[in-house]
C-alpha cells in the first residue's frame, strides 16, 4: 500500500503530479487552488520539474503548449476566471492535440463572483469553452483521495490519445482535508516522436500548429479529431452507480455533490422510497447509454439531477434520456453546497 | 463642537463610514483617504469614476462615494480607457495592485501609457499578492520570500522587480510618473499632493499621469504594522526610489 | 456515528491547527475526517474557522451548517454559530475573553477560561488551543486522548516536540474543566 497522509485537495493533486512524473507547471495564483503552485515552490529543491508563475493565465496556457509540443509531461490548474482566460489556448492545444493535464478547482461564477466552491464551469469544461469543436476527456473528482487517482489517470489518458485531459474539481475539494493513499513515484520516459525536439536525420521535422488554411485541409484535420472522440467515447467512459438496482429515482450528480447525493439515497431508503445514485465520472464523454438503459427500464419514474449550479448536467441527462423519462434538476448556486435534506426533499416533491 | 476646540482631522464625505476589511496598518486604507479628501477637496464627486480590479481593493466601491466599475483582473487601465473617452470631461482613475497592474495586466498598462490615456493610475506596489494570500508579485524584492517563493525570490530565474514608474515614464503619452509612500506623516502628505497633482494634470487633459505607492502587506509580508515600515525604508525605497520622474508640465513651464 | 463540528475565533488563536490535530487523531483511529478550513478575504476581518467532521462511514458532505460541536474562541464567532448548533448539542466558548454568555438552553454549554488557564497557570497562552480541545474531548469523546498526543507527535516537527508535554498539560487542565 501507498503512502497515507492527511492533506489538502490542492496539495494532494500536486503531490500527485510529482509522483505521476510532472516535468513542467505553469500557473498563475488564483484561490482557492494557489496552492498547487505554492506546494510544487515548496517541493522544488526536491524535483526535477520546472516550475513558473506565470505573470498570467494567457501566459500559463501557452506554456503549456509549448512545454507539451516539446515533449514534456505538464500541467496548469488554475479557478474559474483563470480558466475562462486560458480558453483560446486551450482551443489551439486541442486542436494541435498536444497531451497536458488542466485542472479547474471551480468557484462561483459568473463573473469575478465569489471564491466559494461551485460546479457552474460544466458548460465551458464539457461543451468547449473556446472556439471550434473539440473536446476535452473531463473526469468530476469527488475527494482528495481522487484528486490523485484522477491525476495520475489524466496524466495517462493525455498521452495515450494526444489530448487534453481536464479535472473538473471545486473549492471545497481543492480546500479540504482527507486522508489520502499516494501512489508510488513514476518515472517518466516520454515516447513523443512527434515532438519538437530537434530534428535528427533519421526523421522528418515535427510541426506542430492549429492553422488549416485551406478549407478541404480543416475539414480531414476535424474528421481526425472527431475520430479520435469517438474511440475515446468507445472506451473511456467512467462512472460509479449506488443502489441502483430496484430504483425508481435516479438521482444523479458529478464532483461533490455526488456525495451528498449517496447519502440523499440513504435516506430516502429508510423512508422506503427506492432511490438509486448514478454518478458520471467521465463528464466527457458523457455515459449516454448508461441513462438511456434507465430510461427503458419501467420501473424508473424520474430522474434528478442535483449539481451547484443552474442546472448544466440536467441538459446531457435529458438528451441521453430524450424524453422517455422526466428529468428533474435540484440546484444552488453562488458557493452554496446543497444539504443532504434539501435535495431528498426536491426528489419527493416530483414523486406524486 | 466643543467651545474651545477646533477640528483638526475629520473624515471627508466622500469617505463611507464603514468598517474597512483591509488589515491593521495596511496603506490601501491610508491612500483610499487620501483620494476621497482629494475628491472633496476638488468638489469633483459628481465628476469622478473610478475603477478598481482585482485586488485586496476590489472592495474599494464599498468605502469611496462615488460612481465606480470593478474591472476584471488586469483589464483596469482598458475599462478606464474606456470609460475616460467616452466621457472626456470626467476625473477617471484606476487603483491597481503589482500583480494587476504588472503582471496580468502589464500590456494594457503599457498601452494605454503609450496612447497617453488622460486618466490617473494609482499604482499599489506591496510587492506581493496581497488578496490570495500572500505570493509572489512581479515586485517582489530578490530574497524576499512569498508562498510562491519560499526559498527567497531567485532573480536568475524569475527576473528582477520591475520598476513601473520609470519604465512608464520612458513612454511618450505619460505627463506625469512619481512614485509615494505613506510610511511618515510627512510621506502621507507627499502623496497626497502628488495625486492632487496628477488630478489636476488630468483635469487640463495633458497624457497619463502615475502616481506608484510604496506599500506594505503586514499580512502577506508575515510582519507586524510598525515592522512593515522598518522593510519599506531598509529594502523597498533603496530598490523603488520615491520621487518624480516624470513631470512634462513643469518641464514646459520652463521652457 | 457522524460527528459535524466548527472551530471559530480570531486568526491566531489556532482555530485551523486545532481541528486539523483533532480530525488527524481519529483519522489514527481509523474514522473517516475531513477538515474544511474558511478561505478567502473573509479572513481579512481576523476570523477564521474551521469544519471538522468524523464519521465510522464516508463522509457526504464537508461543507455543513448545523452542528453537533460549536468552538467559538471570539465574541463574533459566538454570536454567528451559537444559533447553529443542533438541539441538544454542545457549544463549547472561551470565557476569559468573552464577556456575552450564550443564552440557548436546549444546548449544553461549556465556559472555559482557557485564555486565562493558559497564560496564567501553564505560562503559555499559545496552548490555549489545546486547553479548549481537552475540555472538547471530555464532552464528547470524539477521539481517545492519547490519539491527540499521539497526532501532536506526527504532526509537530520534531525540532517542537519539546512542546508535547505542555500540550499534554493543556490537554488536561482543559479537560478538568467538564465536569
Ligand atoms: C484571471 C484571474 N486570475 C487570478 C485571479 C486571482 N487574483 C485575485 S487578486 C490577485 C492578485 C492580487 O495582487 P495585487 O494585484 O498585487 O493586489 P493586492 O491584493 O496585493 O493589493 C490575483 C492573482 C483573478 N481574480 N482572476
Ligand atoms: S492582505 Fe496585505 S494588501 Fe491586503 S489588506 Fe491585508 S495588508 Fe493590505
Ligand atoms: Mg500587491
Given amino acids: ?352 | 463642537m466643543k467651545e474651545g476646540y477646533e477640528v483638526v482631522y475629520k473624515r471627508p464625505k466622500t469617505l463611507l463610514d464603514k468598517r474597512m476589511h483591509y488589515c491593521p496598518g495596511c496603506f490601501h486604507a491610508t491612500i483610499h483617504k487620501l483620494l476621497m479628501e482629494i475628491v472633496e477637496e476638488m468638489g469633483i464627486q459628481e465628476k469622478t469614476v473610478g475603477v478598481c480590479p482585482v485586488g485586496c481593493s476590489v472592495f474599494a466601491y464599498d468605502y469611496m462615494d462615488i460612481d465606480m466599475q470593478e474591472a476584471a483582473h488586469g483589464r483596469a487601465a482598458a475599462v478606464a480607457t474606456a470609460i475616460k473617452r467616452m466621457l472626456p470631461d470626467r476625473y477617471v482613475f484606476s487603483y491597481q495592485g503589482d500583480g494587476d497592474l504588472a503582471a496580468i495586466g502589464t500590456a494594457e498598462t503599457i498601452h494605454a501609457c503609450n496612447r497617453g490615456e488622460k486618466f490617473t493610475f494609482i499604482f499599489i506596489n506591496n510587492g506581493i499578492y496581497g488578496m490570495t494570500g500572500g505570493q509572489m508579485a512581479p515586485t517582489t524584492l530578490e530574497g524576499q520570500k512569498t508562498t510562491t517563493s519560499p526559498y527567497g525570490r531567485n532573480v536568475q530565474k524569475l527576473g528582477m522587480p520591475l520598476k513601473m514608474a520609470e519604465m512608464v515614464s520612458q513612454l511618450a503619452g505619460v505627463a506625469y510618473a512619481e512614485r509615494v509612500s505613506c510610511n511618515t506623516p510627512a510621506n502621507t502628505r507627499k502623496a497626497k499632493k502628488a495625486l492632487k497633482k496628477a488630478f489636476e494634470i488630468q483635469g487640463k487633459g495633458l497624457g497619463t499621469t502615475f502616481i506608484e505607492v510604496a506599500s506594505n502587506c503586514p499580512s502577506g509580508w508575515k510582519c507586524t504594522p510598525v515592522e512593515s515600515l522598518d522593510w519599506l525604508k531598509n529594502k523597498v525605497y533603496p530598490y523603488f526610489p520615491l520621487g518624480v520622474f516624470k513631470d512634462v508640465p513643469a518641464v514646459k513651464e520652463e521652457v | ?179
Fill in chain 1, 1 to 352: 500500500m501507498g503512502e497515507i497522509k492527511f492533506m489538502k485537495g490542492n496539495e494532494a493533486l500536486a503531490e500527485a503530479a510529482i509522483r505521476s512524473g510532472l516535468q513542467g507547471y505553469f500557473g498563475y495564483p488564483i484561490t482557492p487552488q494557489s496552492e498547487v503552485v505554492e506546494y510544487l515552490a515548496m517541493q522544488e529543491p526536491n524535483h526535477n520539474y520546472v516550475l513558473i508563475q506565470a505573470e498570467s493565465e494567457v501566459a500559463s496556457v501557452n506554456m503549456v503548449y509549448g512545454a507539451a509540443a516539446a515533449g514534456a509531461r505538464v500541467m496548469t490548474t488554475t479557478s474559474s476566471p483563470g480558466f475562462s482566460l486560458m480558453q483560446e489556448g486551450v482551443s489551439y492545444i486541442a486542436c494541435a492535440e498536444l497531451p497536458c493535464v488542466f485542472a479547474n478547482i471551480v468557484r462561483g461564477g459568473p463573473g469575478l463572483g465569489t471564491i466559494q466552491a461551485s460546479q457552474g464551469d460544466y458548460f465551458q469544461a464539457v461543451k468547449g469553452g473556446g472556439h471550434g469543436d473539440y473536446h476535452l476527456i473531463v473526469l468530476a473528482p469527488n475527494s482528495v483521495q481522487e484528486m490523485v487517482d484522477h491525476c495520475r489517470l489524466a496524466f495517462e489518458l493525455a498521452d495515450k490519445y494526444r489530448n487534453p485531459v481536464m479535472l473538473l474539481s471545486d473549492g471545497s475539494i481543492g480546500q479540504m482535508m482527507e486522508k489520502v493513499v499516494l501512489p508510488e513515484p513514476i518515472p517518466y520516459k516520454p515516447d513523443k516522436p512527434w515532438a519538437t525536439t530537434g530534428k535528427t536525420p533519421d526523421r522528418k521535422r515535427n510541426i506542430i500548429t492549429s492553422l488549416y488554411i485551406q478549407s478541404e485541409d480543416m475539414e480531414k484535420k476535424n474528421q481526425t479529431i472527431q475520430a479520435k472522440y469517438q474511440e475515446i467515447t468507445k472506451n473511456e467512459i467512467r462512472y460509479e452507480k449506488y443502489r441502483v438496482d430496484d430504483a425508481e429515482i435516479i438521482i444523479s450528480a458529478f464532483g461533490l455533490t455526488s456525495r451528498i447525493c449517496k447519502k440523499v439515497v440513504d435516506l430516502a431508503r429508510e423512508e422506503g422510497i427506492k432511490m438509486g445514485l448514478f454518478r458520471p465520472i467521465t463528464v466527457w464523454p458523457f455515459p449516454t447509454d448508461q441513462f438511456a438503459e434507465f430510461a427503458a427500464q419501467d420501473r424508473v419514474k424520474f430522474f434528478l439531477s442535483a449539481e451547484m449550479n443552474a442546472g448544466q448536467m440536467v441538459e446531457d441527462i435529458r438528451l441521453s434520456v430524450n424524453g422517455k423519462k422526466p428529468v428533474y434538476f435540484y440546484g444552488r448556486q453562488g458557493g452554496i453546497v446543497p444539504t443532504p435534506e434539501e435535495i431528498l426533499n426536491a426528489a419527493k416533491g416530483h414523486l406524486k
Fill in chain 3, 1 to 179: 456515528m457522524l460527528v459535524e463540528m466548527i472551530f471559530s475565533g480570531f486568526g491566531g488563536q489556532g482555530v485551523l491547527s486545532m481541528g486539523k490535530l483533532l480530525a488527524y487523531a481519529a483519522m489514527k483511529e481509523g474514522k473517516e475526517v475531513s477538515w474544511m478550513p474558511s478561505y478567502g478575504p473573509e479572513m481579512r476581518g481576523g476570523t477564521a474557522n474551521c469544519i471538522v467532521n468524523i464519521s465510522d462511514e464516508p463522509i457526504s458532505s464537508p461543507v455543513v451548517t448545523a452542528y453537533d460541536v460549536v468552538v467559538a474562541l471570539n465574541l463574533p464567532s459566538l454570536r454567528k454559530f451559537e444559533p447553529r448548533v443542533k438541539k441538544g448539542g454542545i457549544l463549547i466558548w472561551e470565557s476569559s475573553t468573552i464577556k456575552q454568555p450564550p443564552t440557548r438552553d436546549d444546548i449544553k454549554t461549556y465556559a472555559v477560561p482557557a485564555v486565562d488557564m493558559a497564560s496564567n497557570d501553564l505560562k503559555n497562552v499559545k496552548v490555549m488551543n489545546m486547553l479548549i480541545l481537552g475540555a472538547l474531548v471530555k464532552a464528547m469523546a470524539v477521539v481517545k486522548t492519547d490519539s491527540l498526543l499521539l497526532a501532536l507527535k506526527e504532526t509537530l516537527p520534531p525540532r517542537h516536540h519539546n512542546l508535547i508535554p505542555l500540550n499534554q498539560q493543556a490537554i488536561e487542565l482543559g479537560m478538568a474543566q467538564v465536569k
